[in-house]
């Protein structure tokens, strides 16, 4: 579950996801989906709200410049956290 997504992406699509750093999808996929997940799967709790999306493919620029730079905070705090 911590693999990208690449079906039926475009190219400039794929080019957005990997260019997402691989610590921010491993981060999402840790706290906000996989929660998600089990409150919506496993707890049944159906009124948690959509999943809020990690790629937004109208992005630009300075919104994967942010990514990285959200990437560079992450590793200066002790345990990514």
């Not at 260019?19 to 999402?28: A, F, W």
């Not at 998600?36 to 959509?50: A, E, K, T």
């Amino acid at each position: 579950f911590l693999e990208t997504e690449t079906k039926q992406r475009t190219i400039k699509e794929l080019g957005y996801v990997f260019g997402v750093p691989t610590r921010i999808h491993i981060h999402y996929q840790l706290f906000k989906a996989l929660p998600w997940w089990v409150n919506r799967y496993v707890l049944f709790r159906r009124n948690s709200g959509p999943l809020e999306p990690l790629y937004r493919f109208e992005a630009t620029h300075s919104q994967v410049d942010q990514l990285y730079a959200n990437d560079k905070e992450l590793r200066r705090t002790p345990n990514g956290q």
